[in-house]
């Protein structure tokens, strides 16, 4: 079936270490994006890619950076992750013009 | 660790019953309104879309309803199941962009 993969669904990193998100997908979809999901919030729109076209959103902290090295592929890197950056981190993809979303099953990232 | 969530908007029915989920939005700018049901531990789940010219759109069991004029929008499910249980997004995409913003969720119980 054609989705969307987060790995790994649950990821523990240390206050300060670097650590590197991944999501792939099969849906050959161009444009992709990262959402950051807290505790009984909305997700939160990151950052997204359409094709190779990084698109910021502008309260995005510079410590979110993200890479996307072919269609399948994206990754989020958070460089010095603070206690703050505990949350789910939510990949979607879309086709250009299409209101569908299609959303991985996320990564709940712990901070300790 | 994450930060205290804020408490999500709850609305419990009876299975059976109907179940209207309200939303407000504030870019008068949007092109088009989404609604996303999103399930304990997984990723969100497109429902249906409106465009921003339209005040009324029906899918299998759920109806959308845009109010421009008071910025507001509705989400109908008729005959709500258990399995309707979940917490529903609204969201919306500007006529820039490939864009999407989340709104608060609602949390939807259905009573057996």
Known sequence: ?112 | GESVGLHLPTLSVQEGDNSIINCAYSNSASDYFIWYKQESGKGPQFIIDIRSNMDKRQGQRVTVLLNKTVKHLSLQIAATQPGDSAVYFCAETPNTGNQFYFGTGTSLTVIP
């Open chain 1, 1 to 112: 079936d054609a989705m969307v993969i987060q790995n790994p669904r649950y990821q523990v990193t240390q206050f300060g270490k670097p650590v590197t998100l991944s999501c792939s997908q099969t849906l050959n979809h161009n444009v992709m994006y990262w959402y950051q999901q807290k505790s009984s919030q909305a997700p939160k729109l990151l950052f997204h890619y359409y094709d190779k076209d990084f698109n910021n959103e502008a309260d995005t902290p510079d410590n979110f950076q993200s890479r996307r090295p072919n269609t399948s592929f994206c990754f989020l890197d958070i460089r010095s992750p603070g206690l703050g950056d505990a949350a789910m981190y939510l990949c979607a993809t879309s086709r250009d013009g299409g209101n569908e979303q299609y959303f991985g099953p996320g990564t709940r990232l712990t901070v300790t």
